[in-house]
């Protein structure tokens, strides 16, 4: 069965990348599903929404990328993940690996390499 994926991106600089996240999700073998729940317009409640919208999935991508470790939504949404009990993980946005570390993932958080076979993997809960 097809696993409901919220994915934590860097709004303001990481769109292109959540993008190609969304169209792994479209291959034939994909275990996963996104709906594009980004919250794109900063909002008093944003942090409301994004809870229900995460309540809502079985798992949290949160891509890595060159800004996340000062990007405070990607930070809250991770704290969200955790308060709501949904997994989430790590995704190297960067073949170079200069995706930076979220401030609120924890130190043993692991930045996965992102590759097709990684993304199933990390996905079914290899982690």
């Not at 409901?4 to 190609?20: E, H, P, T, V």
């Not at 275990?31 to 809502?56: L, T």
């Not at 308060?83 to 130190?107: C, D, M, T, V, W």
Request: aromatic content about 12%; proline content about 4%.
């Amino acid at each position: 069965m097809s696993k409901r994926a919220f994915i934590s991106f860097d709004y303001d600089y990481d769109k292109f990348l959540k993008d190609a996240l969304v169209g792994q999700a479209k291959h034939p073998d994909s275990p996963f599903e996104i709906h594009d729940w980004s919250i794109k317009v900063a909002s008093r409640d944003w942090q409301v929404k994004a809870r229900a919208r995460i309540r809502a999935s079985d798992v949290v991508p949160v891509i890595c990328g060159l800004y996340t470790d000062i990007a405070v939504g990607v930070s809250k949404e991770i704290e969200i993940a955790r308060a709501e009990g949904i997994p989430y993980f790590l995704l190297q946005g960067y073949k170079s690996g200069n995706g930076k570390r979220p401030a609120s993932a924890k130190s043993t958080d692991k930045i996965y390499t992102w590759t097709w076979d990684n993304l199933k993997a990390l996905i079914g809960g290899a982690r």
